[in-house]
């Protein structure tokens, strides 16, 4: 037989995300000497040889801290209650952001054209990332209700309210920031929940194809964009190299010099300066340079690992805004890591996406961990097989989480 009575959280998603998180302050140990010394040698700067590593450091503190508040403090109907206002706050924060950067004003961080940071002295806020969670937890309410009320696919009832709301973050990102990577999370999100939400597999092919032909003009009339498809393309085809293709040829570079037990920690040469981003977004192919084929296999072994459980939490969840909500956060999940490292070896072009809890910045992984650890916390109230002769009426002897299959759930059920 099996319960969903409270039990304990899946421990291997718990161990899962810490050790992510000690793999990248690991990477960014080894490399952050030479990324500051990058910095200080080509545009002057001061930075201390640690001061990456302490970077990471305060963020995976800060991110842990995240983690365990969603998990064992703020519990998850106090989230669900406040999903609405937690989605207009995360909107108005990433239209004040563009507001800012259209005035100019010293608020606005920009990095090479592009205006996705507030300024806040000593730190730096994206608001994007913040975007991310809350559009996850709003959608896992919105689908929810509109499936109880028997309106999901109505044209004004449903598609219209969505509209506006993913409408208007996708602008706000793709548009406003100029970050596709962002874009492509975002997406991943809507369409995860949405396959998920019983809308019909027609209505749900037609968003996805009216999606398509959008994200395609999207690129076909940005130069930056285009860009980066030739540049994909000349390296699909060999041509001959140029300043567009730099990035996409040394990431592969790092990956096929590591070989396959790597160079080992502080002997990597693309750290130095020569690929781009190499402790954010191409920090997939550092790793490969530094521990080689043996060190990818385990990291992308430990994301299978994490994404697997978090999808089996959802299976055997029986609420449906918690179900909704678990997939929201493994679409986000998954959409980053396949992305980041078909970038890195080359299969879709260079988007510009951090792998989460490895790549280096605070914001991205502080959310990121916050929605695993309601993961976690809504991990306890699964479905749970009971062994034979356990006492069900107390909370003694109930183990971890423990899955039944479903073979064995139909078996009990007959």
């Given amino acids: 037989m099996t319960t969903n009575r409270k039990h304990k959280s899946d421990l291997i998603i718990l161990f899962s995300t ?18 500051a010394n990058v910095l200080n040698s080509t545009y002057g ?19 842990l801290v995240a983690f365990f508040l969603a998990f064992k403090v703020i519990p998850y109907s106090w989230l669900q209650r406040y999903a609405k206002l937690f989605m207009i706050i995360s909107i108005a924060l990433s239209g004040l952001l563009w507001v800012l950067a259209l005035s100019g004003s010293s608020l606005a961080k920009c990095e090479l054209g592009e205006c996705r940071w507030f300024n806040l002295g000593p730190v730096s806020f994206q608001p994007a990332e ?20 028997g309106v999901l696919g109505d044209p004004r009832e449903f598609w219209l309210p969505l509209a506006i709301v993913c409408g208007a973050s ?7 920031q100029g970050d596709l990577g962002t874009g492509v999370a975002l ?7 949405l396959l998920v939400s019983g809308l019909s597999i027609k209505q749900y092919l037609i968003m996805v194809g009216l999606v398509l032909v959008v994200a395609v003009g999207a690129v076909a009339t940005s130069t930056h964009r285009m860009e980066r498809v030739n540049a994909w393309i000349a390296t699909l085809t060999q041509s001959e190299s140029s300043d567009s293709t730099y990035h996409i040829e040394n990431a592969m570079l790092a990956i096929g010099t590591g070989g396959l037990f790597g160079v080992g920690i502080g002997n990597s040469v693309q750290a130095t300066g020569y690929l781009p981003e190499s402790i954010n977004d191409s920090v997939f192919a550092i790793m490969g340079e530094t521990f080689g084929f043996i060190g990818l296999f385990i990291v992308i072994g430990i994301f299978g690992v994490l994404l697997r459980r978090i999808l089996k939490v959802a299976e055997m969840t029986q609420a449906n805004d918690q179900r909704l909500l678990i997939v929201g956060v493994f679409a986000w999940t998954l959409a980053q890591v396949v992305v980041n490292i078909m970038a890195m070896t080359g299969l879709v072009p260079v988007t510009g996406i951090t792998l989460p809890l490895l790549s280096y910045g605070g914001t991205s992984m502080i959310f990121i961990a916050f929605a695993i650890g309601v993961v976690l916390q809504l991990s306890c109230y699964t479905n749970r097989e009971v062994i034979k002769n356990e006492d069900i009426s107390s909370g003694r002897r109930l183990r971890g989480a423990h899955y039944p299959s479903s073979r064995r759930s139909s078996r009990n059920s007959k």
Wanted: aromatic share 14%.
């Fill in 130 to 149: 913040l975007l991310k969670l809350a559009l996850v937890f709003y959608l896992a309410t919105f689908l929810n209700q509109k499936k109880a009320e």
């Fill in 18 to 35: 810490l050790g992510l998180m000690g793999l990248g302050l690991v990477i960014i140990y080894a490399i952050g000497p030479m990324r």
């Fill in 45 to 63: 700067q001061n930075y201390d040889s640690n001061y990456f590593f302490l970077g990471q450091l305060r963020s995976v503190a800060l991110s």
């Fill in 170 to 176: 996708l602008f706000l990102v793709v548009v406003a």
């Fill in 187 to 193: 997406i991943s999100i809507i369409f995860g929940m």
